[in-house]
């Protein structure tokens, strides 16, 4: 069994004239982020792996979750998963999972509510900085294939988030 954990980047600044790619992440954004953080320590559900998407506003919530979580491992930027499809995240997976047990992917809607729906056949509503734990019935992640079928166990959203 191995573990997908799918985080929608957390809250851009809209106003930025700068390109989408480029957007900034806003103050409440970074804290959102960070609240993520706190949660997968304090609940000992590290990822072994983050693979997030290349976008300013993808890398700096993947940089803001794992500071506050403490996370000392790889977090790979990938181009392919900025406004990305579902089959671009499982092709990720597929070359870059390796002998991770637990897995984080950071990215952007409609993608990631559609690659929720692809593995779990759940319809979640995923706002900015929501974060889905799903389990998944293989041993590699070379494994993960179009008849790979798996169980939503958790979603966290912000507005749950507030202290």
């Known amino acids: 069994m191995k573990t997908l954990l ?28 960070r609240r993520i ?3 997968l320590r304090e609940e000992q559900a590290l990822p072994d792996l983050i693979l997030s998407s290349a976008a300013e506003r993808a890398r700096r919530t993947a940089e803001e979750t794992a500071a506050a979580a403490e996370y000392r ?18 092709d990720a997976l597929r070359r870059f999972g390796g002998s991770a047990q ?3 992917v950071v990215g952007h809607n409609p993608g990631i509510e559609a690659l929720i729906f692809r593995l779990t056949g759940a319809a979640e509503h995923m706002p900015t900085a ?17 008849e790979t ?12 988030l507030e202290d």
């Not at 929501?130 to 179009?146: F, K, N, Q, Y």
């Open 73 to 90: 491992g790889d977090l790979k930027l990938l181009e392919e998963l900025y406004l990305a499809e579902p089959h671009a995240y499982l």
């Open 6 to 33: 799918i985080l929608r980047h957390a809250k851009a600044d809209r106003d930025d004239a700068s390109s989408d790619h480029a957007r900034e992440l806003t103050k409440k954004g970074k804290k959102a982020a």
């Open 102 to 104: 637990r897995v984080m």
């Open 130 to 146: 929501a974060l889905a734990e799903c389990s998944l019935p293989i041993d590699e992640w070379t494994a993960l294939g179009p």
């Open 149 to 160: 079928t798996g169980q939503l166990e958790r979603v966290v959203r912000p507005k749950e």
């Open 37 to 39: 953080g706190e949660i």
